[in-house]
T-cell receptor, first 111, second 114 residues
């Protein structure tokens, strides 16, 4: 069974500093997703990563994928309060959208 | 694009009752998914459809759960004889059949079984 592990599970960030969230998975997959979830809200798609070495950036967020190491990272540059949320990585089990999610990383950004 | 719509937003029911949830996907999306999320956890896959065909059901889904997608448009998820362990957020998502198409999630239906 595919396992997806995120760490850390909780991240307290200071505004203006840089941080990284890690997502490890146990078997090969050709698609990895990052989602954001605000409290009481649904999931918002951030990135879809398709191939080894893929890097995508949107604003202060940058995601990368190393399929050989079975590792994806979500890098946050110069954290701001608006980035406070829970971030999930998810691995596509069968290339049809059957996703195995990590437990999520709760991010709190403080001044 | 009005997004994925789910109804109701909240449902409180007594143990043993049946409940049905509805999901309206983004209109041009041919794939539809149901996930379940409990507090503090990531969503868990339940089932998915390509058009009207149900392709897979998770082992998490007991025989009390059934999902349909008549005519490949909206979908319903029914839970019979609800149990307290069914309390969760039920999320619907849809996507285009494409290699780089993300799943678009609805706001979910929060079920509380008392």
């Amino acid at each position: 069974e595919l396992k997806v592990e995120q760490n850390p599970l909780f991240l307290s960030m200071q505004e203006g500093k840089n941080y990284t969230i890690y997502c490890n998975y146990s078997t090969t997959s050709d698609r990895l997703y990052w989602y954001r979830q605000d409290p009481g809200k649904s999931l918002e798609s951030l990135f879809v990563l398709l191939s080894n070495g893929a890097v995508k950036q949107e604003g202060r967020l940058m995601a990368s994928l190393d399929t050989k190491a079975r590792l994806s990272t979500l890098h946050i540059t110069a954290a701001v309060h608006d980035l406070s949320a829970t971030y999930f990585c998810a691995v596509d089990v069968d290339s049809w959208g059957k996703l195995q999610f990590g437990a999520g990383t709760q991010v709190v950004v403080t001044p | 694009d009005t997004g994925v719509s789910q109804d109701p937003r909240h449902k409180i029911t007594k143990r043993g009752q049946n409940v049905t949830f509805r999901c309206d996907p983004i209109s041009e999306h041919n794939r539809l998914y149901w996930y379940r999320q409990t507090l503090g956890q990531g969503p868990e896959f339940l089932t998915y459809f390509q058009n009207e065909a149900q392709l897979e059901k998770s082992r998490l889904l007991s025989d009390r759960f059934s999902a349909e997608r008549p005519k490949g448009s909206f979908s319903t998820l029914e839970i019979q004889r609800t149990e307290q362990g069914d309390s969760a957020m039920y999320l619907c998502a849809s996507s285009l059949a494409g290699y780089d198409s993300p799943l678009h999630f609805g706001n979910g239906t929060r079920l509380t079984v008392t």
